[in-house]
Nanobody, 116 residues
Framework: QVQLEESGGGLVQPGESLRLSCAAS????????MGWYRQAPGKERELVAE???????NSGDSVKDRFSISMDYVKNTVTLQMTNLKPEDTAVYYC??????????WGQGTQVTVSS
């Protein structure tokens, strides 16, 4: 099992920045990739950004120019730096770990609300 602990969500105004962090513990040797997904009310969960242990990063089209992801391979943490936040970024953000055989572990989710 891999346990994930998220932090950093909250309420911000449009145009502001926010940083989300996630720490993995447990059987961390199975980690192949770490990332973030989000789910807005009434919508499906979608990829925000993911990075692999080889440094390959994949991001959703709507956040490519505004969000960046980084992973500390020693501490097994992943950070999502979000800039120029928009109301449509409002969602519950979930930390995710993907193993080498494709299994996914999920955090409990942290709310991000962008509103004036």
């Amino acid at each position: 099992q891999v346990q994930l602990e998220e932090s950093g969500g909250g309420l911000v105004q449009p145009g502001e920045s926010l940083r989300l962090s996630c720490a993995a513990s447990g059987r961390t040797f199975v980690i192949f990739a770490m990332g973030w997904y989000r789910q807005a009310p009434g919508k499906e969960r979608e990829l925000v950004a993911e990075t692999t242990i080889h440094g390959i990063t994949n991001s959703g089209d709507s956040v490519k120019d505004r969000f960046s992801i980084s992973m500390d391979y020693v501490k097994n943490t992943v950070t999502l730096q979000m800039t120029n936040l928009k109301p449509e970024d409002t969602a519950v953000y979930y930390c995710n770990v993907r193993t080498g055989n494709g299994y996914k572990y999920w955090g409990q989710g942290t709310q991000v609300t962008v509103s004036s």
